[in-house]
């Protein structure tokens, strides 16, 4: 966001400088409806433009946050069974334990 809004100004400032380098003798009673039409079209076409990054922008942080997401469950369900493993192992082992203390002849 904060790149679209450098760029936005560095476009501006340029458009600014163009416009006084091509009108020298420029006063603001020769502003007439060619430039207020100028000034409404930059405006509706950075409109359009800023709406389509946004669009686009909020799609992928979407995106990003339903991988975020996807990942923390894919923790939990390792933690899980790695849990469930520990118990498995720790079942055998006492199992193990037992038999080895109560041999059966």
């Known amino acids: 966001m904060k790149n ?5 100004l560095i476009l501006l ?4 400088l163009l416009f006084y380098l091509t009108s020298p003798n420029f006063r603001i009673n ?11 079209g ?7 433009i800023g709406g389509m990054v ?4 909020k799609g992928s942080a979407i995106k990003a946050e339903e991988k975020r997401k996807e990942f923390k469950q894919l923790q939990k369900d390792k933690e899980d069974l790695e849990k469930q493993a520990a118990e498995i192992a720790r079942r055998e082992a006492e199992l193990r334990n037992h038999e080895n ?3 059966q002849i």
């Open 4 to 8: 679209l809004t450098i760029t936005g």
């Open 54 to 57: 946004g669009y686009v922008s």
């Open 30 to 40: 020769d502003l007439g409806m060619p430039h207020v039409m100028g000034i409404m």
């Open 42 to 48: 930059g405006i509706g076409i950075g409109l359009i």
């Open 13 to 16: 400032a340029l458009s600014v």
């Open 101 to 103: 203390q109560n041999p």
